[in-house]
């Protein structure tokens, strides 16, 4: 959970805290890691399949976009805090 934190806060800071930026970029990596998981699957198997794994892999990637929307704002309170 500490990589996904410290991954997670860099990502955020690169976006200056903006939460809609930050989101963008996290489903702009899903559709990446789908397209190579397709490519993966098509050079092993001949072909692209479906199965159960593809739901919980956008679950993963819609639940990082919540936390890094979390982030997001615990970085400007706690700017505001400071400032």
Do not use: Q
Not at 30 to 59: Q, Y
């Amino acid at each position: 959970m500490k990589y996904i934190t410290k991954t997670t806060i860099y990502l955020c800071k690169a976006c200056d805290e903006n939460p809609v930026l930050t989101t963008v970029l996290i489903f702009l990596g899903m559709i990446f890691f789908n397209a190579f998981e397709a490519l993966i699957e098509k050079l092993t198997f001949g072909e692209r399949f479906e199965h159960w794994l593809d739901p919980l892999f956008m679950g993963c990637f819609i639940a990082w976009a919540a936390y890094a929307v979390y982030i997001c704002a615990s970085i400007k309170i706690a700017k505001d805090r400071d400032s």
